[in-house]
């Protein structure tokens, strides 16, 4: 079955980076779009960087933008989320996914989705 797992998360002061990974298993990873979101504590989840199956459409949300960068190596099948200049506003569980379609992946409840990553910035 499709397994997505997260790594790389942990508490770090404002300013600093962190580098997530998500390792894929289970699917042809080199056909799926792949997405980060997070949720943050009494919130919705919410979308925060996508890129498409042969890297070459990357999306950003505007709170990341400029801040956070995406990348996937399709040989390793993983994707890496580099987020730099960190607030306290990003602390949340990060979570990544998967899906056929990039259209779709932004908004479709029908990712393959991993268990997730806590991030914690303190101020």
């Known amino acids: 079955q499709v397994q997505l797992v997260e790594s790389g998360g942990g508490l770090v002061q404002a300013g600093g980076s962190l580098t997530l990974a998500c390792a894929a298993s289970?699917?042809?990873?080199?056909?799926?779009?792949m997405g980060w979101f997070r949720q943050a504590l009494g919130k919705e989840r919410e979308f925060v960087a996508s890129?498409?199956?042969?890297?070459?459409?990357?999306d950003y949300a505007d709170s990341v933008k400029g801040r956070f960068a995406l990348s996937r190596d399709n040989a390793r099948k993983i994707v890496e989320l580099r987020m730099n200049n960190l607030k306290p506003g990003d602390t949340a569980v990060y979570y990544c996914?998967?899906?056929?379609?990039?259209?779709?992946?932004?908004?479709?409840?029908?990712?393959?989705w991993g268990q997730g990553t806590q991030v914690t910035v303190s101020s």
């Open positions: 890129i498409s199956d042969r890297g070459g459409v990357i």
């Open positions: 289970g699917l042809t990873f080199g056909d799926y779009a």
């Open positions: 996914a998967a899906n056929l379609y990039y259209s779709f992946i932004q908004t479709s409840p029908h990712n393959y």
